[in-house]
């Protein structure tokens, strides 16, 4: 059964930073490829990052590139979002999930429960 937990959100200033964290289960982790989601209140889910199934390759949203940093632990079977910088538009849930090149946002059948990141002055 795929589990996803992600854990490691909160209340932080403009400028500061957090780490989430997302513990995938019942897949193969260390071949699959990963990526974070966020959703803000009243916005669609959007994407965030990803990384490839080796950590060869990453990819960010425009609006992240720079600040943020995905990375992957195979034996831990955790998946890592690193954010700095953050800003008060970061505000939203995170998501972890697979990540699937061909998949549009609504494809994905489940969600874990996310992680609030709420950005203040």
């Known amino acids: 059964q795929v589990q996803l937990e992600e854990s490691g959100g909160g209340l932080v200033q403009v400028g500061g930073s957090l780490r989430l964290s997302c513990v995938a289960s019942?897949?193969?982790?260390?071949?699959?490829?990963m990526a974070w989601f966020r959703q803000a209140p009243g916005k669609e889910r959007e994407f965030v990052a990803a990384i490839l199934w080796n950590g060869r390759r990453t990819d960010y949203a425009d609006s992240v590139k720079g600040r943020f940093t995905i990375s992957k632990d195979d034996d831990r079977n955790t998946v890592y979002l690193q954010m700095n910088s953050l800003r008060f538009e970061d505000t939203a849930v995170y998501y972890c999930?697979?990540?699937?090149?061909?998949?549009?946002?609504?494809?994905?059948?489940?969600w874990g429960q996310g992680t609030q990141v709420t950005v203040s002055s």
């Open positions: 019942g897949r193969s982790f260390s071949t699959s490829d």
């Open positions: 999930n697979d990540y699937y090149t061909s998949y549009a946002i609504t494809d994905y059948e489940y």
